[in-house]
Structure formats: C-alpha cells, structure tokens
C-alpha cells in the first residue's frame, strides 16, 4: 500500500493540458525532492522530472513538476497521443527510511 | 552509451530462491548507488532496497529485510539482488535502476520473475 496518493486516471483533448497530483506527508513529500516517471505500455519507467521541477536532458518542457508543502503535481501541456502512459511520482521517506513511490495515474488522451 | 543490461526471465517453484543481475555500462559503476524495483502484473512501483557498489552498504525495504540480499561485483560492473523463500506474490518485473540526482535516471530492461508450482 504506497504512501503517496495519484488519482487513478486523468485525461483530456489533443493539444490540452493535464495535472497529476501525488499526495504525501511530511515525512516524504515535505522533506524531500519528488520525480516523476513516466511508463508507456510495456515499458521500463523513464525519468521525467527531478528535485520537483528540474527535467533531464531530452525531456520537453512540456513536462513540468511542482511542489507545495506535502504534495506534489506533474502538468504536461501541449498533450499528445504519444504521452498515453502511466506516471509515477517518487521520493524517500524518512519515517520509513525507504524510496516509495505513488499509486500511479492513467493519462488518456481522448 | 550509459545503460542496465538485466538477466533473462526466470521461473521458480515457492519456496525457492532466485539470484537476478544487472551489468552496468557507459559510466563509473562506483559512483551511483542501485537501487532495486519491482512492479506486479497490472500493480505499480515497489521498492525494494538500493546497494552502494563502493563499499557494498545496503537498504532494503522492511517486507523483504529476511529474504532479500543485494551484492556488486565490481569487477565485472554487475549488481545482483537474490530473493529467497519465493511465493506467488513475488511474482513481477524486477527492475534495476541507476540513483541519481534524487531520481531514478536509467532503468534496466526488467526481469520477469515468475512462481509458479
């Protein structure tokens, strides 16, 4: 049972924008840096944004990570066919003293 | 170029043990802890413990803190994650992941893990 909270599925029009939000705590989210992943159809998860906001090379800045107190949210503007996928935020957590990850959300594009 | 080569799919019978490995190339395999991940059929992300490959220090999460042991091999650029006393849970999509930055920046291509009797 993760510890951080996605909503299952999100989705919207060619071109609109989403927002994931990862719920947590003040031992995860409120005390450390989230990422986010993103993990098309049977793939290995990429890694899509680090210490909440900053993208690896390659990524688009379509993707886009934010933070406020214990939650976190991934927007991606722009949505195309090709970012149907599940996403996943992650972090540590000090209570736990593990990595976790959340519950995971279904972009859709319609 | 930097990537996570994992071992073939394996099938084991509960109870049994399985030894999985991910040979690293394309940076310094010293330098980044690995971390170990697994995902059920049709579940999400679970972590399972990371490995520091200098000096071989280990985390592991508490549900496999009995079972679960997680070595490198400096050598040959490889982290291996043994997981004993299978059950029909274990069976999933191991992963190896590269820690970096906070994040998890390569991944391997995944194992399959299945048991079965």
């Known amino acids: 049972q993760s510890v951080l909270t996605q909503p299952p599925s999100v989705s919207a029009a060619p071109g609109q924008k989403v927002t994931i939000s990862c719920s947590g705590s003040?031992?995860?989210?409120?005390?450390?840096?989230v990422s986010w992943y993103q993990q098309l159809p049977g793939t290995a998860p990429k890694f899509l944004i680090y210490?909440?906001?900053k993208r690896p090379s390659g990524i688009p800045d379509r993707f886009s990570g934010s933070k406020s107190g214990t939650s976190a949210t991934l927007g991606i503007t722009g949505l195309q066919t090709g970012d149907e996928a599940d996403y996943y935020c992650g972090t540590w957590d000090n209570s736990l003293n593990a990595h976790v990850f959340g519950t995971g959300t279904k972009v859709t594009v319609l | 170029q930097v990537q996570l080569v994992q071992s073939g799919a394996e099938v084991r019978k509960p109870g049994a043990s399985v030894r999985l490995s991910c040979e690293a190339s394309g940076y310094t395999f010293g330098n980044y802890y690995m971390h170990w991940i697994r995902q059920a059929p049709g579940h999400g992300l679970e972590w399972m413990g990371l490995v520091n490959p200098s000096g071989g220090g280990t985390s592991y999460a508490a549900k496999f803190d009995d079972r679960i042991t997680m070595t490198t091999d400096r050598s040959t650029r490889t982290a291996y994650m043994e997981l004993r006393s299978l059950r029909s849970e274990d069976t999933a999509l191991y992963y190896c992941?590269?820690?970096?930055?906070?994040?998890?920046?390569?991944w391997g291509q995944g194992t399959v893990v299945t048991v079965s009797p």
């Open positions: 210490e909440d906001k």
């Open positions: 003040s031992s995860n989210i409120g005390d450390n840096y």
């Open positions: 992941a590269r820690k970096k930055s906070d994040g998890f920046d390569i």
